[in-house]
């Protein structure tokens, strides 16, 4: 005779975790409801898409066009949508006149909230480490040191799952984020760059003296020039691993990231606020849902004309792995290696 032993039954931890991801689930289900009601056919899968990753519901026709233009990532919920949803937070917070200690303690909870909500996918979580690393700085009031938080988060995600070491999006997530970090980063200052700064001092005095339109056209240049730097940036530096694992090279992208972006920055405003109003009552979501609803028409409309440019992107074959491995290696040397001075 042979005894059966029933196994354990589930433990209340059990239960508790099956009972948050139940509710999760159930929100984001009710979410991509919500949106679904406020868009169209053609506009709806891309802001379930935008607002909460889920890809399912996307066409392959539009997955091909963010292809070639060098724009997938927007059907991917990313440290780029946190960064929204921070701002967004923030100003809330700063309607509300929250003390400071409650305004930390606000964005790491929507932050929290907003990546449980996407699932948790890893390019998500590292932004949601980074922030959270920020916020823990401003609480104990140290320095915080973006490329420290960064490897930190690299570590974590590697630690929970090590086959993320081998994930094309979790490598171009890191990628990007390091690549708008060193770009945005000051290096060593000389007496020459100090001497320039002085200069740089005095024009900005002369600067002040001119009419108020001068300045608003003098500062939009300087942050489209900006936008446009940092889009060049880091389509170069992520192109060899994309021609790699996609066949494709998409110089079309740097103007393109030009344009989406801000358009991107009211879909996923508007696209939240339309989840958030739809909750409380389904007619308070209509303002959003249309604003939602035109800015992504805005964006589709971009990404197709990107794809009709002559010589905006190329399809073809992938370069050896070598290449791509010494290009890198090659890229970290130059920022470790730094000459001497006389």
Same mark, same amino acid.
């Given at each position: 005779?042979?005894?059966?032993?029933?196994?354990?039954?589930?433990?209340?931890?059990?239960?508790?975790?099956?009972?948050?991801?139940?509710?999760?689930?159930?929100?984001?289900?009710?979410?991509?409801?919500?949106?679904?009601?406020?868009?169209?056919?053609?506009?709806?899968?891309?802001?379930?898409?935008?607002?909460?990753?889920?890809?399912?519901?996307?066409?392959?026709?539009?997955?091909?066009?963010?292809?070639?233009?060098?724009?997938?990532?927007?059907?991917?919920?990313?440290?780029?949508?946190?960064?929204?949803?921070?701002?967004?937070?923030?100003?809330?917070?700063?309607?509300?006149?929250?003390?400071?200690?409650?305004?930390?303690?606000?964005?790491?909870?929507?932050?929290?909230?907003?990546?449980?909500?996407?699932?948790?996918?890893?390019?998500?979580?590292?932004?949601?480490?980074?922030?959270?690393?920020?916020?823990?700085?401003?609480?104990?009031? $140290?320095? @915080?040191? &973006?490329?420290?938080?960064?490897? *930190?988060? +690299?570590?974590? !995600?590697? =630690?929970?799952?090590?086959?993320?070491?081998?994930?094309?999006?979790?490598?171009?997530?890191?990628?990007?984020?390091?690549?708008?970090?060193?770009?945005?980063?000051?290096?060593?200052?000389?007496?020459?760059?100090?001497?320039?700064?002085?200069?740089?001092?005095?024009?900005?005095?002369? $600067?002040? @003296?001119? &009419?108020?339109?001068?300045?608003? *056209?003098? +500062?939009?240049? !300087?942050? =489209?020039?900006?936008?446009?730097?940092?889009?060049?940036?880091?389509?170069?530096?992520?192109?060899?691993?994309?021609?790699?694992?996609?066949?494709?090279?998409?110089?079309?992208?740097?103007?393109?990231?030009?344009?989406?972006?801000?358009?991107?920055?009211?879909?996923?405003?508007?696209?939240?606020?339309?989840?958030?109003?739809?909750?409380?009552?389904?007619?308070?979501?209509?303002?959003?849902?249309?604003?939602?609803?035109?800015?992504?028409?805005?964006?589709?409309?971009?990404?197709?004309?990107?794809?009709?440019?002559?010589?905006?992107?190329?399809?073809?074959?992938?370069?050896?792995?070598?290449?791509?491995?010494?290009?890198?290696?090659?890229?970290?040397?130059?920022?470790?290696?730094?000459?001497?001075?006389?």
């Amino acid at each position: 005779q042979f005894v059966r032993f029933d196994p354990d039954p589930p433990s209340a931890l059990f239960h508790l975790r099956w009972l948050l991801y139940r509710a999760i689930a159930v929100a984001a289900q009710r979410s991509r409801q919500i949106l679904f009601r406020h868009t169209d056919e053609s506009t709806g899968p891309l802001a379930v898409a935008l607002v909460i990753g889920q890809r399912d519901f996307v066409d392959h026709r539009t997955r091909d066009a963010l292809l070639v233009t060098g724009t997938a990532h927007l059907l991917s919920v990313s440290g780029l949508h946190l960064a929204i949803i921070v701002i967004l937070a923030s100003v809330v917070a700063t309607g509300l006149r929250f003390p400071p200690y409650g305004r930390i303690f606000w964005i790491l909870g929507i932050c929290i909230f907003y990546t449980a909500i996407t699932g948790g996918r890893p390019p998500v979580m590292r932004a949601c480490m980074l922030v959270a690393a920020l916020m823990l700085s401003l609480l104990i009031r $140290r320095p @915080s040191q &973006p490329m420290n938080s960064l490897a *930190l988060a +690299a570590l974590i !995600l590697m =630690f929970i799952n090590p086959e993320l070491l081998f994930s094309v999006g979790v490598q171009l997530s890191f990628l990007a984020v390091t690549t708008l970090l060193m770009c945005g980063r000051r290096g060593d200052v000389s007496s020459v760059e100090r001497a320039s700064r002085r200069e740089q001092r005095l024009d900005e005095l002369i $600067r002040g @003296s001119r &009419p108020g339109w001068i300045r608003l *056209l003098h +500062a939009t240049g !300087l942050l =489209f020039g900006q936008m446009l730097w940092f889009s060049g940036c880091v389509t170069a530096i992520s192109m060899p691993l994309v021609w790699y694992q996609f066949h494709v090279v998409s110089p079309i992208s740097v103007v393109t990231n030009f344009f989406l972006w801000p358009l991107l920055f009211v879909s996923l405003a508007a696209g939240v606020a339309t989840v958030l109003a739809g909750w409380v009552a389904d007619s308070l979501a209509v303002v959003p849902g249309w604003i939602c609803h035109v800015s992504i028409s805005c964006m589709r409309w971009v990404i197709e004309t990107a794809t009709t440019i002559p010589l905006g992107h190329f399809w073809l074959p992938a370069p050896p792995v070598w290449w791509v491995i010494v290009f890198y290696v090659g890229l970290v040397a130059s920022l470790i290696w730094r000459p001497s001075r006389n």
